[in-house]
């Protein structure tokens, strides 16, 4: 289970341009749950899942997953937290400019004292999931922004993180490949992932499979 308790995100604290992102949010997400957060450009939706992810720290509450407080882990700790825990899929992909799907599906195993055929099997596999295995020896620049997509959400599966965490994904894709992630995501519910994606984006609106709305407004939870 995910809970988070009385969470500030303060930027420019105590200065003439103080801006609160986030405003005592408590919020409880069971494990395998996929959840979707609504709200308007500037709400805090991001920033939530920036925080949840590790990626920036609170100003202040507790964010509990898996019975690890992350918000008091140091940065080192939360690096690999993130790493084996977490899989995030960034709005702009983030892929690595020069290197083939199969590499950059393969980053995030870099550091670990993984052999060969068991890398192998892992990058393949989340390819796989990903139906992007077809385009593996392509370099990311030349894919389609569909395709870029599936290369991201094959690198965010690469580790078996129990979390799945979208931000924004179908910002910079048609309604065709839209379409196609919101099919990801039931797969992502199949394999029991733990799936929370923050959105504006109307499409994700009363998807049945889909466990909980949550909307954000002004930094709050509606």
């Given at each position: 289970?995910?809970?988070?308790?009385?969470?500030?995100?303060?930027?420019?604290e105590n200065k003439q341009n103080e801006f609160t992102a986030l405003n005592n949010i408590n919020l409880e997400i069971q494990?395998?749950?996929?959840?979707?957060?609504?709200?308007?450009?500037?709400?805090?939706?991001?920033?939530?899942?920036?925080?949840?992810?590790?990626?920036?720290?609170?100003?202040?509450?507790?964010?509990?997953i898996e019975n690890e407080n992350i918000a008091k882990l140091p940065d080192i700790n939360i690096s690999n937290f993130r790493n084996e825990k977490i899989g995030f899929i960034f709005q702009s992909f983030n892929l690595i400019s020069g290197l083939n799907t199969f590499e950059n599906v393969m980053a995030p195993l870099v550091l670990k004292k993984i052999d060969k055929n068991q890398l192998?099997?892992?990058?393949?596999?989340?390819?796989?999931?990903?139906?992007?295995?077809?385009?593996?020896e392509q370099k990311v620049e030349n894919l389609s922004g569909g395709e870029k997509q599936r290369c991201a959400i094959a690198r965010a599966l690469v580790m078996n993180p129990s979390i799945i965490l979208a931000?924004?994904?179908?910002?910079?894709l048609d309604k065709s490949n839209s379409l196609i992630f919101i099919e990801m995501l039931k797969k992502f519910k199949e394999l029991k992932k733990t799936v929370i994606v923050a959105t504006h984006d109307s499409l994700f609106d009363n998807l049945e499979f889909v466990d909980r709305y949550i909307d954000i407004k002004d930094a709050k939870i509606e």
């Open positions: 289970m995910t809970k988070i308790t009385n969470l500030y995100k303060i930027y420019n494990e395998a749950q996929t959840i979707i957060i609504r709200g308007k450009s500037g709400s805090g939706k991001s920033t939530l899942l920036s925080i949840i992810a590790g990626l920036c720290k609170p100003t202040s509450g507790d964010i509990i192998e099997k892992q990058v393949t596999q989340a390819l796989k999931i990903a139906n992007i295995e077809h385009k593996k931000d924004e994904p179908t910002a910079n």
